[in-house]
């Protein structure tokens, strides 16, 4: 298992918990706004940390963290990865892992092996513009509804969300994404913020009123919409 970064507490990454983020390398998206870019283009050039290591780290905070947040890249697509969460399922922690939803089989098997107690899913944008927001000609959409349909129907605790950029949705994304996710339990609006490891650099937020009228339309239909990364 390729480890990337540790994040040793968050208060964020995991809701309701004290928490240890990982990251994992390598991505079948591309996205543009991605700030992970590193781990996406180039995780073979970044420095690893060994296994053992984060292993050892885990069992020590055992008592003061709460859970451990599986992020990257896309974790699906690690070799390994239902080894190592194994191995953390061992320590006594619940995992929530972070999906762009294209490998809904490893995440049911993952979920029904009882390795992940919470799953973590970004909407890009609605179907029609999902090509913009990942930076594929034809993504994968009938995976992802998969995905999206298992978490719906499902046991496992979720939530969905949408990192907002100005210059690449619009109103119509999340009218659409609305009836998408209709009765979803939790849905966020993340409000873009740049940095240097964007993939793509030159992208800005919607303002905060803007925001909240997005999170209007949403409440429409989905119960709980909430904003996050607004001042």
Same mark, same amino acid.
């Given at each position: 298992?390729? !480890?990337?970064?540790?994040?040793?507490?968050?208060?964020?990454?995991?809701?309701?918990?004290?928490?240890?983020?990982?990251?994992?390398?390598?991505?079948?998206?591309?996205?543009?706004?991605?700030?992970?870019?590193?781990? =996406?283009?180039?995780?073979?050039?970044?420095?690893?940390?060994?296994?053992?290591?984060?292993?050892?780290?885990?069992?020590?905070?055992?008592?003061?963290?709460?859970?451990?947040? =599986?992020?990257?890249?896309?974790?699906?697509?690690?070799?390994?990865?239902?080894?190592?969460?194994?191995?953390?399922?061992?320590?006594?922690?619940?995992?929530?892992?972070?999906?762009?939803?294209?490998?809904?089989?490893?995440?049911?098997?993952?979920?029904?092996?009882?390795?992940?107690?919470?799953?973590?899913?970004?909407?890009?944008?609605c179907p029609e513009n999902y090509?913009?927001?990942?930076?594929?000609?034809?993504?994968?959409?009938?995976?992802?509804?998969?995905? =999206?349909?298992?978490?719906?129907?499902?046991?496992?605790?979720?939530?969905?969300?949408?990192?907002?950029?100005?210059?690449?949705?619009?109103?119509?994304?999340?009218?659409? !994404?609305?009836?998408?996710?209709?009765?979803?339990?939790?849905?966020?609006?993340?409000?873009?913020?740049?940095?240097?490891?964007?993939?793509?650099?030159?992208?800005?937020?919607?303002?905060?009123?803007?925001?909240?009228?997005?999170?209007?339309?949403?409440?429409?239909?989905?119960?709980?919409?909430?904003?996050?990364?607004?001042?």
């Amino acid at each position: 298992m390729k !480890i990337y970064g540790l994040n040793k507490t968050t208060l964020l990454d995991y809701p309701g918990k004290v928490a240890a983020t990982i990251f994992l390398g390598g991505c079948n998206f591309r996205c543009p706004f991605c700030h992970n870019s590193s781990l =996406v283009l180039r995780p073979a050039d970044q420095p690893a940390i060994p296994g053992e290591e984060v292993m050892s780290f885990l069992k020590k905070r055992r008592g003061i963290l709460e859970g451990v947040c =599986v992020t990257g890249g896309e974790p699906t697509l690690s070799p390994g990865l239902e080894d190592f969460l194994k191995d953390i399922h061992k320590l006594g922690y619940p995992v929530k892992l972070d999906t762009n939803g294209t490998n809904p089989e490893v995440l049911k098997s993952l979920a029904e092996k009882g390795l992940i107690h919470m799953a973590a899913v970004d909407i890009k944008a609605c179907p029609e513009n999902y090509s913009a927001l990942c930076g594929l000609p034809a993504p994968d959409l009938d995976s992802i509804r998969e995905t =999206v349909d298992f978490l719906l129907k499902g046991n496992l605790d979720y939530e969905f969300r949408t990192t907002v950029v100005k210059e690449l949705h619009t109103e119509k994304d999340f009218i659409e !994404i609305g009836q998408w996710l209709k009765g979803a339990k939790a849905y966020y609006l993340q409000a873009y913020k740049d940095s240097e490891e964007v993939l793509q650099p030159g992208f800005s937020s919607y303002s905060s009123e803007d925001l909240r009228h997005f999170q209007d339309i949403l409440r429409r239909t989905i119960p709980l919409v909430e904003l996050r990364g607004i001042d």
